[in-house]
């Protein structure tokens, strides 16, 4: 129960614009087959599940983590290809990494532009970090990047911060680079190219991280297969990371998460093989779902695909496939573009079995 008092007291201190925010929400996935959330689906053996439960066994927990993560941050180096001379910034998740670029360059009325649809993380932390926040809508229809309406709201704007997801969320497209690097090269603040699907196409940022000053390139370890550790990173030039590195809470990485992400990376080519199934499977639900009728997919370089219902039965089809015992994301609702636009996570070939035998169902019983 809330006191009249409370909630008097509430609406008087909590800043008007975190008051305004819904908060971000994950529906309970409680024995359903979970397509929702971009998670590599498979776990690891047994053998490799003791190994690693070894190294744990040395940890010490009483003492506070390496601040700077050491060792973890030389294998992260090693496995993505990081530049010797680039800077290096590790997050709790490559959320927290957003939310440390927003404080450091926020603030004082100062924007950070994006595309939409996109990832939402990028409008809920400028918005309650008290950032204005500029979205440019993508052209129609395959979403690709309106390059002329981002440059010119760059000019109008002049935005301290850039997000751009390649491969994009929720859409999955990847940008052209031509069009990457003009906006990269018209921006007069620092750009962020977010390769969070990294795993799942070859294009990446990373080798042209010494040829521009305002380039930044984000990584996360989520969608590879370590979502549950919160391990993402960020890469440029030292003197952009030595003053985002600031804003970072000591101790950000716990010890967990540092000897298990060193491991795993250590082990990279069991993550490589699962992601590389994924990525083979994407190929064959794409082509499932093209072959069905009343759905079309769009093609996707990350290791989920959005896909279109017809006319007004997108949420009434998410709820059909949630009736089946299948949870994927309804993007009904959430931006003009994706009227009727569902998304699916690439699951293991039994649960994109699953998910096309209930999605089948749902489509023919409406
Ligand atoms: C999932 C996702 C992230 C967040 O990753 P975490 O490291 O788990 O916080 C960042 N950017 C995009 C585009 C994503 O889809």
Redesign the pocket.
């Known amino acids: 129960m809330t006191s009249a008092e409370t909630t008097a007291l509430v609406t008087r201190w909590v800043r008007p614009a975190v008051r305004a925010m819904a908060a971000y929400q994950v529906p309970d996935a409680t024995g359903l087959v979970k397509l929702d959330a ?1 998670e590599n689906p498979y776990v690891w053996s047994h053998d490799l599940r003791q190994a690693w439960t070894q190294r744990l066994c040395e940890v010490d927990v009483n003492r506070y983590p390496d601040p700077h993560a050491r060792a973890l941050a030389a294998t992260v180096r090693d496995t993505m290809g990081i530049p010797p001379d680039a800077g290096l910034l590790l ?1 709790n ?4 990494i ?1 939310q440390m670029l927003a404080v450091t360059l926020g603030g004082d009325g100062r924007t950070l532009l994006t595309v939409e649809p996109g ?1 939402v ?1 990028y409008r809920m932390i400028a918005e309650f970090t008290g950032m204005q926040y500029e979205g440019v809508p993508l052209a129609s229809p395959a979403f690709s990047l309106d390059t002329d309406a981002i440059l010119s709201a760059i000019e109008r704007t002049g935005p301290a911060l850039v997000f751009l ?1 390649v491969p ?2 929720p859409t999955g497209n990847l940008f052209a680079e031509a069009d990457i690097l003009r906006i990269v090269e018209s921006a007069p603040g620092v750009v962020v190219i ?1 390769e ?2 990294a795993p799942f196409n070859d294009q990446s940022f990373i080798d042209r991280l010494e040829r521009y000053p305002n380039l930044l390139v ?1 990584r ?4 590879m297969g370590l ?1 549950g550790l ?3 990173l960020l890469a440029g030039p030292r003197a952009w990371i030595d003053e985002i590195d600031k804003t970072r809470l000591p101790y950000n990485i716990n010890v967990l998460t540092q000897e298990s992400a060193r491991f795993a990376l250590e082990h990279k080519a069991v993550l490589d093989a699962q992601t590389d199934q994924i990525r083979a499977d994407r190929e064959t639900l794409f082509k499932a779902l093209s072959d069905m009728s009343g759905v079309s997919p769009f093609p996707s370089d990350a290791n989920f695909i959005l896909f279109r219902t017809g006319n007004g039965r997108g949420s009434m089809i998410h709820r059909g496939l949630r009736e089946r015992g299948v949870l994927i994301k309804n993007l009904d609702g959430a931006h003009p573009m994706l009227a009727d636009c569902l998304r699916v996570t690439v699951g293991t070939p039994e649960e994109n079995r699953q998910f096309l035998a209930a999605l089948d169902a749902a489509l023919s019983s409406g």
């Open positions: 971009m997050g998740g490559s959320d927290e957003i990832f993380m997801a994009n969320n977010d969070a699907y984000m996360t370890m989520s969608k979502a919160r391990l993402g």
